[in-house]
């Protein structure tokens, strides 16, 4: 069975950085290479809505992060990044990684639980 577990969330002021990881477990090694991996963020009151993405083809990043995150994977150890710089407070947000899966019929999401980042002077 497939579990995501996202770390790294915190409290941080204004203009400083951190990196989220999510840690994948009862997968195949190369999981997070052979699968759409995703981060998302849903803020206090608003939608669920994605952040970045590697999927097949491209990366691609929300126009409110672009140049200030990057997402990244460690394939061997099964890892996913966000490394996230310059954090505002319209940045503060529960945190989540998704892995999209493609098993020949149907796709499968598989999502953490979350890890909150705030961003606050």
């Known amino acids: 069975q497939v579990q995501l577990v996202e770390s790294g969330g915190g409290l941080v002021q204004p203009g400083e950085s951190l990196t989220l990881s999510c840690t994948a477990s009862?997968?195949?090694?190369?999981?997070?290479?052979?699968?759409?991996v995703n981060w998302f963020r849903q803020a206090p009151g608003k939608e669920r809505e994605q952040v970045a993405r590697?999927?097949?083809?491209?990366?691609i990043y929300a126009d409110s992060v672009k140049g200030r995150f990057t997402i990244s994977r460690d394939n061997g150890k099964n890892i996913l990044y966000l490394q996230m710089r310059n954090l505002q407070p319209e940045d503060t947000a529960v945190y989540y990684c998704?892995?999209?899966?493609?098993?020949?019929?149907?796709?499968?999401?598989?999502w953490g639980q979350g890890t909150q980042v705030t961003v606050s002077s």
């Open positions: 998704r892995v999209d899966n493609w098993d020949g019929t149907k796709w499968n999401m598989y």
């Open positions: 009862g997968i195949h090694s190369g999981f997070f290479s052979t699968n759409v």
């Open positions: 590697i999927g097949s083809v491209a990366t």
